[in-house]
């Protein structure tokens, strides 16, 4: 852990003491090289149930420009997913994750049926013939979730806050956890954080893997992307 | 230093300059053989690694893209993502068999098998455990890297092996894909390297053996193999049966070491030198035997011209020069040199003529020399002979020529031998110059039917021509010769015996008073008579052999009857020749210049015997004899002196005589001399008086006291009218010049007592005694020194 962390650390421990729970909090979630990460899905459990989303609140993973559109979407558990075709070119969008295996095969528009998540968990999404195009929906269960935006800046507001549960001995923290699909090889990997809700402003640093597409666009030969074993 | 012909010279070094230059073609062309050879071998392995390592590069890379197409199949990824074992091995031998795989396996993301398969699906299902077991300490960097490339070797088999991670699009599974490296692999890579290719692949487990994969290495020897850098000159010179080979790693890990060997045949490497090495051969081979050819003919073009230079010089040698030189050579040096060589020829035969002709004659006079004359008159006798005639030959000695040289002068000397010469040369013939003032004129040497031997009377004429004065420089030079003819061949049959003979004639002609005279038979016994006499003369003279002995004839002083004067005779009793009389012998002696000698002789035991007397107490003058040479001879006074001194003896213990004939010569040059005789207090006397005409003007000039009347004219004085009338008028004479006399040759009382009558002096004859030795002289005397000789008559 960096230092200006473990600063900020005794700080908040500071401030906790002498002062109430703030009403809202602000966390910048960056990589070893202090570069605000994007798509960065906090989650915490809810101390109040959260509804179901009713059957017409369906999220869009949309298709454009041969990429997903949100690349990483967010969705509660047995909430429906619509994948519209915004190109004018096929998709065959398929996924062999365990949360949610399924595959609509070379549609166009909007000749797909929303799909239905209801098993929480990491669905990778891919298109049979655009190998470039991965998509990924977190399929959470009673669960608050937010996402960083570009500038890896998560905003966690009182509403937010005020269902959290918060650590039995530090009143201020509250339990969450990270994920993002570079955060292991196998992308489901999520990381247990607390949140500190004394501090105005948190940052949290990711040790993030290397995006697969971004091997690939680096590598100039085919044989180079694998590490030769002599 | 051994000798070699020019030839062989120049065969040796054409040959030996067209070897080396061979030698060193062939050895460059080996070296460069050898190096380009190495260099080829170097390049082609290295080129071949090169090639080698991008095709298996390559070859990798085609195996990782099939393996990749493989995986990225999306009915793959179903199949997989069934995780249904069946299925998933279904499929892994279907697309196993898309590729051509040898090997094909999946695991899950946490290591575990999920299915795995073969080629032949069960038969090698050993291999697969094995394979799986070995390439799991892969999977989590496939999982990592997204793949892994490796070697894996397997149940003596090696193979290429790829791990894949599967994914869809997340990782969900890692795929095993082997390709076994098959001798036929081996044989592509041969095909596009050109070079043998074998694999070895040895792993690191003690248990393990290594594996070879190969074309046909098994066919190449191991003994054989020679490291690139291994590879020596001899190896491609000597067409070793070789394969050169270069190792490489291709692949090392922990547990796996690929090495690759590539092998070249040198044979196959050789054989493209072999084309160059032969032509090459034959080349040097060809050259050197055109060199030889060539050399062959060359050089001996070359040596011929010097060949025949050489006998042209020898029979140059051999005295040839007439020959004529044409040496054929197209080289300017030969032509040159055969021109120095016609030169050379003329040269010689020139100076050879001179010096012929110098040999020949006799540079002073140009007659014929002696050498060469006697070469012309050997011939000349020869062919007399044969035409049964004869010649005379003249031997003409210039008398006194000595004095001329003496008294004028060698220039003078010289100029008389020229003119005589040429005169002699006018008289046609032969003519040759024998020795100083001697010539040799043959008259008719060119004998032929008419011509007859010299007579006397052209002889005479010749001999007046010859005495002509000869004048030189104004100087009028009186000239004698003595001539001496020997008839060629009856008396001399050769030209040295001619040259002999005509030496002892004019040795006798010279005695003669008309100093010519023909060769007579016994003129060469008394030639070789007074040859002989001279000889022991002068060795009794110079080695005291005690032949010589001094006599004494007694004066007797007719007045007083007494004996006081001897005259001192020489005695010369030689042990061959016997008894030799000093008329004989003192001529010759005069003639051979030892006169003086014996005059020396006579002085010293002359004063010796005087002191004898004087010591026996008998008073006594000994009279000594002396020649117009002693005369003038200016050692003699001083030493008659100087002995009479030692003796203790006075001057008139000696007299001397001179023969008149002696002081009528050169009268004027006798009387100059003999007056220093006088001076020193000797008495004098003119011996022999009567026969030498003497002027009556230089008589009394003469500075004697005595003169001795010849004996002729006294032996007969008792019988003769005549005799005794000279003897009268001589001492007349004597009495009117106030003179001595003595009268010789007294051989009987009656001449004694005329002489007495007459007035004479002394008497000496055999009448009062003989010459006697000195002991007999001394017991004479005493025995006499009474005698009344003139009562006895």
Known sequence: MPKCVFNQLVCAFLLTMFSLPLLAASITVVDSDNKPVEGVVLGFSSATSIPAKASSDIAIMDQVASQFLPRILAVSKGQWVDFPNSDNIRHHVYSFSAAKPFEIKMFTGSEAEPIQFNKPGIVVLGCNIHDSMIGYIYVSDQETTKMSDSSGYIHLSASDLASAVYDKTNKNLVNASLWHPLLSSTNTKRIDVQVDTSLSEQIITLDMRQSQLEVQQKSNGFSSKFKKAN | ?793
């Open chain 2, 1 to 793: 230093m051994k000798v070699h012909s020019l030839n062989q010279g120049i065969f040796r070094l054409v040959i030996g300059l067209v070897l080396l230059t061979s030698l060193s073609i062939l050895i460059n062309v080996w070296v460069a053989t050898y190096q380009q050879a190495q260099n080829k071998l170097s390049k082609d392995i290295e080129l071949a690694q090169n090639v080698l390592g991008e095709v298996l590069q390559t070859q990798e890379e085609l195996l990782i893209t099939s393996a990749s197409v493989l995986t990225e199949d999306f009915g793959f990824k179903q199949a997989v993502a069934t995780k249904d074992s069946a299925t998933i091995t279904s499929a892994l031998i279907n697309h196993g068999n898309r590729i051509s795989a040898d090997l094909m396996a999946i695991f899950s993301l946490s290591g575990n098998t999920i299915a795995s398969t073969s080629k032949n699906e069960l038969g090698e299902s050993g291999n697969i455990n094995q394979a799986i077991s070995l390439a799991e300490t892969y999977i989590a960097t496939s999982l990592e890297e997204g793949g892994v490339s490796t070697f894996l070797a397997i149940n003596n088999k090696v193979y290429k092996v790829i791990l894949l991670r599967i994914d869809a699009p997340s990782p969900l599974a890692i795929a095993l894909i082997g390709f076994e490296l098959t001798p036929t692999f081996v044989q592509r890579l041969e095909d596009t390297t050109q070079i043998q290719v074998s694999l070895e692949a040895t792993g690191k487990r003690s248990s393990d053996s290594s594996i070879i994969v190969n074309n046909d290495l098994v066919n190449i020897k191991k003994d054989n193999l020679l490291r690139v850098d291994e590879l020596a000159w001899h190896h491609i010179a000597l067409s070793t049966n070789a394969s050169v080979t270069q190792n490489f790693t291709l692949y090392n890990n922990d547990e796996l070491a690929i090495e690759v060997i590539l092998t070249q045949d040198l044979r196959k490497l050789i054989a493209e030198f072999a084309a160059l090495k032969f032509n090459i051969s034959v080349i040097v081979f060809a050259s050197v035997l055109i060199a030889i050819v060539v050399a062959g003919l060359y050089s001996r073009k070359l040596a011929r011209p010097i060949t025949e230079l050489a006998k042209v010089a020898q029979r140059i040698s051999a005295g040839d020069y007439l020959q004529e030189i044409d040496v054929k050579s197209k080289s300017k040096e030969f032509v040159h040199l055969s021109m120095a060589f016609n030169n050379m020829q003329q040269n010689i035969s020139e100076r050879e003529k001179q010096i012929t002709h110098q040999v020949q004659h006799d540079p002073l006079t140009q007659l014929y020399t002696r050498y060469h004359a006697s070469d012309k008159i050997n011939q000349a006798i020869e062919n007399a002979a044969e035409k049964g005639r004869g010649f005379h030959g003249v031997g003409i000695n210039v008398l006194g020529f000595r004095d001329i040289n003496d008294v004028f002068g060698y220039q003078y000397g010289d100029a008389c031998l020229v003119e005589i010469a040429r005169r002699i040369q006018q008289f046609g013939g032969l003519s040759a110059r024998l020795s100083g003032g001697e010539f040799l004129w043959i008259p008719n040497i060119n004998i032929d039917d008419e011509s007859q031997p010299i007579g006397d009377f052209s002889l005479i004429q010749n001999k007046a021509l010859l005495e002509q004065n000869v004048t030189h420089e104004g100087v009028s030079i009186p000239v004698k010769v003595a001539l001496g003819t020997v008839h060629c061949p009856s008396q001399a049959n050769s030209a040295e015996q001619l040259l002999k003979l005509t030496n002892i004639v004019l040795d006798e002609a010279k005695l003669q008073p008309l100093h010519m005279l023909h060769y007579q038979e016994e003129f060469e016994q008394k030639y070789i008579r007074r040859v002989l006499i001279i000889t022991k003369l002068r060795k009794a003279l110079t080695e005291g052999t005690n032949d010589l002995f001094l006599y004494y004839q007694p004066k007797l002083h007719i007045e007083s009857e007494q004996v006081n004067a001897v005259e001192a005779l020489i005695r010369w009793i030689e042990p061959d020749l016997g008894f030799v009389p000093p008329d004989e012998f003192i001529g010759l002696a005069e003639n051979a210049g030892l006169i003086s000698q014996v005059t020396d002789w006579v002085v010293k035991r002359a004063i010796n015997d005087a002191k004898v007397l004087a010591e026996q107490g008998v008073k006594m003058c000994i009279a000594i004899n002396l020649s117009a040479k002693d005369i003038v001879n200016p050692y003699l006074l001083d030493q008659v002196a100087q002995l009479l001194r030692e003796a203790k003896l006075p001057a008139n213990a000696l007299s001397f005589e001179i023969t008149e004939s002696d002081l009528v010569e050169d009268p004027e040059k006798a009387i100059e001399h003999l007056k220093n005789f006088k001076q020193q207090g000797y008495e004098l006397a003119i011996d022999d008086f009567g026969t030498g005409y003497s002027s009556l003007a230089y008589l009394k000039s003469f500075p004697v006291d005595t003169l001795k009347i010849d004996k002729s004219f006294v032996l007969a004085l008792a019988s003769n009218q005549d005799d005794r009338d000279i003897v009268e008028t001589i001492m007349q004479l004597a009495k009117k010049f106030k003179l001595h006399t003595v009268a010789e040759g007294v051989e009987d009382p009656e001449s004694l007592q005329i002489l007495a009558e007459l007035g004479c002096t002394w008497a000496q004859g055999f009448y009062m005694c003989r010459p006697i030795p000195l002991p007999d002289l001394i017991e004479w005397c005493k025995a006499n020194q009474h005698k009344k000789w003139l009562s006895l008559a």
